[in-house]
């Protein structure tokens, strides 16, 4: 199986400090990246994370809070730097782009590779990106500003062809993708070999939903059911709902609970305020509720397998 | 002595690596915090360094290339997060503005606190901030857009009380001040002690230049002479003159040139080109010109004794 891979690059929250880095994650699917978000340092994180520079197609901001988007100039900047030609996809609110121009017009403007801005419509649910391999679309979220989160679907793959049986029935290589496609197989002596016989199911297609940041939507289940592994904001313990509340930001067991009702595969924990020395709290409030929850951390890889 | 520090937070040039951060320093003098250049993780470092953000009062931008101003939205930001209510002054060139407003509107519009722009000439040496304690004065660079370097001069201290004489001569605590101003004194019987026999010699007022980014330039060092310690952008070795002259920057060699010209305390190297491995090389070629030379990495405090 192809790896699905999530590098976490930051999991903190506003405020910076030594023990998270601001909100920034790497996608990874059939040689692509697709980088969510980039706080301060991301540039930085990718390197401690040997994540290269040059494999990162398109770029997806959830919204202009800075600890989600101010390492955006610097990578970008750095990109240039060390020569990029390739064309990069930005896909952000459309508040962004005043800013970003002239952040470009100031610092980028002899660049070699072309950035293409994407204006996404934070209040709707539809395909904003699509390849051979995968769609990403936007998930309405609701925070002081526009935001919305992100959910990557792998495109469902082909069947895998039974080795043994191509060589029992003597069937040519030309045709092997013809029976990845779905045909059967006509042997020398007339008899239908069926589809079902020459293969074993596809794997399943995989899905990640990155959701952040939001007060806690109780319909927010039905935008990301079933999917593979659900990255949903949880900057609060339960004792401090009520900043959470104020905020329109997320508490550990409200993020566990979109989980349990999307009957996702596995919750990721993140955006931790820097009110917390350790997020022990958040893990367990979050089990109690779905026992899938796991922190992330700066440095974690995730693969979706 | 009052101790006069220079905290060096990023020493790298324009590619941040896991080995340097871009430009970034922090003059502090009788409690107060000057930065000079912010480049992109400059609030961590600040962290890292345990250097409160509390008594910065001003910001000094030399010149708007990323690795020198990337951080310092970011640090704003931070600073509004944390409460700040102090003003604060930024002195940077008059083609930051535009870029700044469109930032700080974006990002900062609900923040406690006043940003103070100042505009910046670079073609001309003057004092552009002044207080009890210091003076600063740009100092012109020449480097691919407008930039200037910056020079800190303490103001003349008053000479030391001789607490010996005062007990001697039983001069009371209210005349210590005029002492201190210059007065001599009249004992009970008529005879004046001068106040050379009451008073040690003030400390010698100390400076620090910081000069980066710039091109070797021959008479720079009239701007710096005798300085306690310069600060002298040194990107490349000898071997690689060619890029310094064609992207405007100096070789080590060149920075110790100026130093030895100016007849300086010490000369500190920065802003080290990605490409080396290590600085060594750039330190010997320094010291060959000039004994006095040192690397500064991040994390470093001089302290101008």
Redesign the interface.
Known sequence: MEPFKIHILGCGS?????RHNPSAQVVELRGKQFMIDCG??T??QM??SRIGFNKVVAIFISH???DHC??L??ML??FG??GRTMPLAIYAPK?FK??LD??LK??CYDFDYEIQFHAVDTTKQQVIYEDRSLTVESIPLKHRLPTCGFLFREKPTLPHIRRDMIDFYHIPVSQINNIKNGASWTDEEGREIPNSRLTTPADPARSYAYCSDTCYLPSLHERVAGVSCLYHESTYITADIDRAELYYHSTAAQAAQVARDANVGRLLLGHYSSKYDDEQQLLKEAQEVFPESQLTAEGMTIDLK
Do not use: K
Request: aromatic share 6%; proline share 7%; net charge neutral.
């Open positions: 506003a405020l910076p400090t030594l301060e340092g540039q930085t390197r401690r202009i809070h800075g101010f390492g100039i610097g900047s750095s730097l060390l508040e005043p800013v002239m952040m100031t610092f």
